[in-house]
């Protein structure tokens, strides 16, 4: 909301004086632990747009609250086909129940004292909500060979085509049509799953289809970069040859020397996968066509420049 039109467009359909607190929630299903047993844990987390992020992402600055835990019961008392959509039905309700008190508030407004002494009526709007690519779609409705963003088709991922961003209205409409007889051509179209009530239905202003952030972790480093890439350029060139690449590469300090390979490797970790970025564009070289090279090379610049804390005109035109 710093950066793009949110702010502004969101302080004209307000009225005059109003002040916007963009709410940021950020969810994710947390493994407990990993010996022992399967406890799991579903923190949901709240901050505001209006603190900057250097102060955000400092623990001892306590600018992130916990909002509350999600159930993860399996559920086993159902059948596994009544399962999934039950368990999607209960993460909204859920969610709904904490999101209550903003139905209120982001209409009417909400008096309060502000840093400065003054009394301001602010009003308390979803702008954001950080999740992973699975938890995307569940908050978005959509099955997970769907996109939670835009209307492109599973078949069609990856093409050079432009769909349109999904449509509040339309999405409301197909989701309320699975509890009569006849369900929708655009439910199946859109490829949503049975959730008659979102959390997000009643929420004044927000646009959810609007509110996910990218996530490097899932998106880039796992999905475009392992599960792609070095996915690709293993079958081209072979598993042996990229894994003597790496294990006859030169020790260095800042480097991390892969000794048995990557082939090998069977949980990998964000900091594994930016270690291999940054070697594999030169590691790859000679194993493959160099067209391959030029590709890997691209790709890794890609992400590179996706990381940066900050963007400029510059740095958007390059990525």
């Known amino acids: 909301m710093w950066t793009a039109e949110w702010w502004w467009e969101m302080q004209e359909r307000l009225p005059e ?3 916007i607190a963009p709410l940021i929630v950020f969810s994710d299903k947390t493994v407990l632990t990993q010996f022992i047993g399967d406890k799991q844990a579903w923190p949901v987390y709240l901050t505001i747009g209006n603190i900057s992020k250097d102060i955000q992402n400092k623990p001892s600055k306590h600018a992130v609250v916990l909002l509350g835990y999600l159930p993860v019961t399996k559920l086993e008392c159902l059948s596994e086909k009544a399962r999934q959509g039950v368990t999607y039905r209960l993460f909204h309700t859920c969610i709904s129940k904490m999101f ?6 982001g209409k009417n407004g909400v008096l309060m004292t502000c840093a400065d002494g003054c009394i301001r009526r602010v009003f308390p709007i979803l ?5 992973d690519y699975p938890e995307q779609c569940l908050i978005a409705c959509v099955k997970e060979n769907s996109c939670p963003i835009c209307q492109v088709p599973p078949d069609q991922h990856g093409e050079a085509i432009q769909y349109p961003i999904r449509d509040i209205d339309t999405t409301l409409a197909a989701l309320k049509s699975v509890n009569k007889e006849a369900v929708s051509p655009e439910y199946k179209t859109l490829g949503l799953r049975p959730v008659p009530q979102p ?3 009643n929420l004044p202003h927000v646009n959810i289809f609007s509110c996910f952030t990218p996530d490097l972790l899932h998106q ?10 070095v996915k690709w350029c293993m079958e081209l060139a072979g598993k042996q040859e990229v894994d ?7 020790s260095h300090p800042s480097l991390r020397h892969f000794k048995k390979g990557i082939s090998s490797i069977s949980q990998w970790t964000g900091r594994e996968h930016k ?6 564009a030169s590691l790859i070289c000679g194993a493959a066509h160099s067209k391959v090279t030029t590709v890997a090379r691209a790709v890794i610049d890609f992400i590179y420049y996706a990381s940066f804390p900050s963007q400029s005109s510059e740095t958007l035109w390059r990525i």
């Open 220 to 229: 880039l480093h796992k999905g475009v970069f392992k599960d792609h890439l």
């Open 275 to 280: 270690e291999m970025q940054k070697v594999f």
């Open 127 to 131: 702008a954001a909500y950080v999740a």
């Open 17 to 19: 004086g109003a002040t």
């Open 244 to 250: 003597q690449h790496f294990q006859k590469m030169p």
């Open 199 to 201: 959390f997000w239905e």
């Open 100 to 105: 209550k008190p903003l139905i209120k508030a």
